[in-house]
């Protein structure tokens, strides 16, 4: 039998097929990710994480799987799914919540034509829900459709947040799922967060710029929720990068939810929800770089595959030692491009 995370992959490619929405392999952003899965279970199993009426951002919403099924289970949350413009993945992440959208209307239509109002009956305590159009957005910010129930999209490059009109909308949560898949890629992550989540020079320390008023009305930072598939590729993946560039624009992530793998070492993927925000002075109490090397989620696998690593060098020849160190070099140079 598969894995249960291959099984909800599936149920959920499964769901976006019956919406005409397809799978795009060649792309990470045109496929459903176990991390969305467990993340969205995070998100939505209480108010801590997505308060009532919260205003969320996603990066990397990929096929918009989340942002659909968040929605749905939580009606009064309004969500903003972006991807990247390169290779027509926010095009595709548009056009795959507009065929939601059109799904959706029509199985409106087909219940209103067997509604008791539509055939003259008494309508009784129907109700005709939220309404579809009208979004939240302060400033003009360029958006795709945001007549859609709840949902708008938008290209976002990573790497240029900080210009970005997204960057000055006034969001309650910042979410994304398996978003790294390179040293560059995490450092512009953490470059985007940094725009997301720290003050900018207009602002207080506070983050919130205008009158006292608007400063009570106003969360100073988003909430920012992560999911990692971590220990990926035997160790080699790219968790410790994540950790090193969100360090670097002082952020932290602390693990509240999915495998932790704390009490184990076992090399082997695990999905890890992450609460980012802002570091208290570089770091935390009690969570010093030192401490993280030995007890950080991110650094989990780095630390396991050095183990194994070290283990295996005993009793091994200088050769030997000479051709692992040569193999380790072009695995390393590999995964950094």
């Known amino acids: 039998a598969p894995p249960p995370e291959a099984t909800g992959v599936a149920a959920a490619t499964d769901e976006l097929k019956a919406l005409g929405i397809g799978v795009v392999e060649r792309h990470c952003s045109g496929r459903v990710w176990p991390a969305a899965l467990t993340l969205l279970e995070h998100l939505t199993r209480d108010d801590r994480c997505l308060p009532p009426g919260a205003r969320v951002l996603e990066l990397g919403a990929g096929t918009g799987y989340m942002a659909l099924k968040a929605t749905k289970r939580r009606p009064d949350v309004r969500w903003c799914a972006t991807e990247t413009a390169h290779e027509d993945a926010a095009e595709r992440l548009a056009s795959n919540l507009d065929a939601?959208?059109?799904?959706?209307?029509?199985?409106?239509?087909?219940?209103?034509?067997?509604?008791?109002?539509?055939?003259?009956?008494n309508p009784g305590s129907m109700s005709a829900g939220p309404p579809t159009d009208g979004f939240f957005f302060t400033r003009e910010t360029e958006l795709k459709k945001t007549t859609r129930r709840g949902v708008a999209s938008s290209a976002?490059?990573?790497?240029?947040?900080?210009?970005?009109?997204?960057?000055?909308?006034?969001?309650d949560v910042v979410v994304g799922s398996d978003l790294v898949y390179g040293e560059a890629g995490a450092r512009d992550l953490a470059a985007c967060l940094a725009a997301m989540l720290l003050p900018r020079e207009e602002e207080g320390e506070d983050g919130i710029s205008g009158d006292a008023e608007t400063k009570k009305k106003r969360k100073p930072f988003p909430s920012c929720f992560l999911a990692q598939t971590c220990g990926r590729w035997g160790g080699y993946g790219y968790d410790a990068a994540l950790y090193r560039s969100l360090r670097a624009v002082g952020l932290r992530a602390t693990?509240?939810?999915?495998?932790?793998?704390?009490?184990?070492?076992?090399?082997?993927?695990?999905?890890?929800?992450?609460?980012?925000?802002?570091?208290?002075?570089?770091?935390?109490?009690?969570?010093?770089?030192?401490?993280?090397?030995?007890?950080?989620?991110?650094?989990?696998?780095?630390?396991?595959?050095?183990?194994?690593?070290?283990?295996?060098?005993?009793?091994?020849?200088?050769?030997?030692?000479?051709?692992?160190?040569?193999?380790?070099?072009?695995?390393?140079?590999?995964?950094?491009?």
């Open 100 to 121: 939601a959208a059109a799904a959706a209307r029509a199985e409106t239509d087909e219940l209103h034509q067997r509604s008791p109002l539509h055939r003259g009956e």
């Open 156 to 171: 976002l490059e990573w790497s240029d947040a900080a210009r970005s009109p997204l960057a000055r909308e006034p969001w």
């Open 255 to 337: 693990a509240v939810g999915g495998e932790s793998l704390s009490d184990s070492d076992e090399m082997r993927q695990h999905v890890c929800v992450f609460s980012v925000a802002p570091s208290l002075g570089g770091a935390e109490p009690g969570a010093s770089e030192e401490e993280d090397e030995a007890h950080h989620p991110l650094l989990r696998a780095q630390r396991l595959r050095a183990a194994a690593e070290t283990a295996a060098e005993v009793g091994m020849s200088e050769d030997d030692r000479a051709a692992a160190e040569a193999e380790k070099a072009m695995q390393e140079a590999f995964l950094s491009q």
